[in-house]
Each structure stands twice: as C-alpha cells, then as structure tokens.
C-alpha cells in the first residue's frame, strides 16, 4: 500500500466511521490524524446523536471507544503504529454539518476558511444556516460563508462574568 496522507487517513476514516456511528447512537464529531507519519495519533471525537442526550460522559466514551478502535483496525487504513484518543467534543467543539451549525446557532464562533486569497479568519455569533450558507454576526456585521469553504469552525466557550466576577475573576468594582 502506497504511503497515504494524513488528509486522505482522515476522510477515510470519517466515512467509515460516520457510517457505523448510528448503530450506536453516537456522532462522529470530528476526526484529526496528527504528529510523525511512521506514529501517528488518531483523535476521534464522539457525542450522542440525540441532541437532547445532554453531553456524554466519560464512561461512555471509553464504552465507545472499543468498536471505534476495531473498525480502525479491521479497515487497516494507516502503516504501521498509531495511537487512538477518543473524547468529547469538550467546550471549543468544533463544527463541521450543516446541523451542527443549525443546532449551535447562537453561539460564539471562530471560523477559518479554506480560500486561497483574502480574510480567512473571522469571530461572532453564529445565526445558522440561511439560504445554504453559514451566517455569522460580527462586530463589523454580518458574513455568509458557503460549508465548503469552511476549514475550521469551533465554538468559542464563554467564561466571563460568572457570579458577579469578571473574566479573570476580579471582583466588581464600583461604589456602594
């Protein structure tokens, strides 16, 4: 077998993994093939397919993780040795269906397009799909991006002013 891409690794094994994935009522979040080539890492993340499931937990996960892997190992698609993480999405999940950015519209995104010229990284809230582009609100207005332009895009978690507190968790200033 001739020495295939980490790109190439990566779309085989979205497929075949998204095509097992509704046996077990999961979804293929995302799937990154990274580090030396001879000894890659593989890293899989899983969610319930059901959007009302709440988030998946630990133990799910490593119940999930014994069929991913021999699907990995039965396909056969990388020479040699590779090490397998499987997670969550965790907080900054990335987004890559058109569902996904139906279900998390009115979140904050980062977002890097795939364009060989011009701006390619924008931040603001995502407001969906519209008219079969990705629609994003931001400071400087909004943006329409076809899903196939899109290289990248993750939520970006909010953890500022929580409990009265500012972002680095100061407390209120102000007199009484």
């Not at 046996?23 to 000894?39: M, Q, R």
């Not at 950015?101 to 809230?125: D, H, M, W």
């Amino acid at each position: 077998m001739a020495q295939a891409t980490q790109e190439s690794i990566r779309e085989e094994l979205l497929q075949l993994l998204e095509a097992a994935a509704p046996e077990h009522s999961i979804d293929i979040v995302d799937v990154e093939v990274v580090g030396s080539t001879k000894a890659p890492t593989v890293r899989v993340r899983i969610d319930h397919a059901a959007e009302d499931a709440g988030p998946i937990t630990l133990d799910e996960v490593s119940e999930e993780t014994a069929w991913i892997s021999d699907l990995i190992d039965q396909a056969d698609p990388i020479e040699g040795r590779y090490m397998l993480e499987v997670s969550s999405p965790g907080m900054a999940r990335p987004l890559r269906k058109e569902r996904d950015f139906e279900r998390f519209a009115g979140q904050n995104v980062s977002v890097t397009l795939n364009i060989p010229e011009g701006r390619k990284r924008y931040s603001g809230r995502l407001e969906g799909l519209k008219d079969g582009k990705v629609s994003l609100s931001t400071d400087e207005g909004p943006f329409a991006f076809e899903l196939s332009s899109i290289r990248s895009c993750t939520i970006k978690p909010d953890f500022g002013n929580a409990h009265g507190k500012g972002a680095k968790g100061g407390k209120k200033s102000g007199k009484r």
